[in-house]
């Protein structure tokens, strides 16, 4: 097992395009969690799942960003209509029940 | 007050300083991470601890559960060790709770 894999690693869009990123974490764990990290600051809670199941979502979610988990494995985050302020440093993180997280290394999304 | 908080917030030392970077929380906690990021770059998961101390190479992460307080040294600090080191802690919510992160800045 390679850990918590994200891609791509780095995606630069214009604006108003779509994009999807992907994750896939290890996989015996059954959480699953979207962050984002702007410059300077910490990395804020988007999403989680548990299996394919969406548990929360952050009011940094808008209605742009949408997240699925379709099949309790891998997940992925969608953004459309892609704004400046959007870019960011989307990391994923997984775990199961109640161990410790393991982080994937992160999506940078660049915006022109 | 940040439910996280680390310090210094930024670090400028030189090469084979010892390096103290401290993370407080206010959360109740099953384990602490210690994650790195260098610029531009991804994260990279450093430590997860929940009681006492972990050394890897020339990293050691201690934590005291009873002050909610954890600590990361770096010992012979060396110019590649420049990054942002960022304290992360899971809250009762299920929700990971991330510090602003150090940044580092080791001269040679």
């Known amino acids: 097992d390679t850990g918590v894999s994200q891609n791509p690693r780095h995606k630069i869009t214009k604006r108003g395009q779509n994009v999807t990123f992907r994750c896939d974490p290890i996989?015996?764990?059954?959480?699953l969690y979207w962050y984002r990290q702007t410059l300077g600051q910490g990395p804020e809670f988007l999403t989680y799942f548990q299996n394919e199941a969406q548990l929360e979502k952050s009011r940094l979610l808008s209605d742009r960003f949408s997240a699925e988990r379709p099949k309790g494995s891998f997940s992925t985050l969608e953004i459309q209509r892609t704004e400046q302020g959007d870019s960011a440093m989307y990391l994923c993180?997984?775990?199961?029940?109640?161990?410790?997280?393991?982080f994937g290394s992160g999506t940078r999304l660049t915006v022109v | 007050k940040n439910e996280v908080e680390q310090s210094p917030q930024n670090l400028t030392a030189q090469e084979g300083e010892f390096i103290t970077i401290n993370c407080s929380y206010s959360v109740g906690i099953s384990a602490l991470h210690w994650l790195q990021q260098h610029p531009g770059g991804g994260i990279v998961s450093l430590f997860m601890?929940?009681?006492g101390k972990k050394k890897h190479g020339r990293l050691i992460a201690t934590i005291n559960i009873q002050e909610k307080h954890s600590s990361l040294h770096i010992t012979a600090s060396h110019p590649r060790d420049s990054a942002v080191y960022i304290c992360a802690v899971p809250n009762r919510d299920d929700k990971i709770i991330f510090g602003k992160g150090t940044r580092l800045h080791i001269l040679p």
């Open positions: 996989s015996e764990h059954n959480r």
């Open positions: 993180a997984s775990r199961r029940d109640v161990y410790g997280y393991t």
């Open positions: 601890l929940s009681s």
